[in-house]
């Protein structure tokens, strides 16, 4: 629908997806049957289905390494640390640290993980 200058357009009207009635394309809900998808459920293309695919991967990898790093921490601060409570203290901090190096080897393993595909 071309809208004349100076005038501002109608909004285009679809069936619902639901119960068939006319309803406005910007519509929240349907006035009629209060369906909160009036055009549909949404169709997701091949390369929009693989992006959210790859990006659910970078998001396991992201959390495996971050725990993966921080436990190999934690183990080595308990094992190297004086004993006792000081030991624990020294778990945590090592813990710590392997979570801050493993967040930052999950991203670069996801950013650089394109180029030898």
């Not at 109608?10 to 929240?28: K, N, W, Y």
């Not at 009036?38 to 990898?61: H, K």
């Not at 436990?71 to 004993?83: K, N, T």
């Not at 030991?87 to 393993?109: H, K, P, Q, W």
Request: charged share 15%; glycine share 14%; net charge positive.
């Amino acid at each position: 629908m071309v809208a004349k200058q100076g005038r501002a357009s109608r909004p285009e009207l679809i069936e619902c997806h639901d119960c068939g009635q006319a309803v406005s394309f910007t519509a929240a809900a349907c006035p009629h049957c209060g369906s909160t998808e009036p055009a549909g459920p949404v169709v997701q293309s091949r390369r929009e289905l693989r992006r959210l695919r790859i990006e659910a991967s970078n998001d396991r990898r992201l959390v495996i390494v971050t725990l993966l790093c921080a436990g190999l921490g934690g183990f080595y601060g308990a094992v190297m640390g004086p004993g006792g409570v000081a030991s624990a203290g020294t778990a945590l901090f090592y813990g710590f640290i392997g979570a801050v190096i493993g967040m930052r080897a999950a991203f670069i393993i996801n950013v650089t993980r394109g180029l030898f595909d």
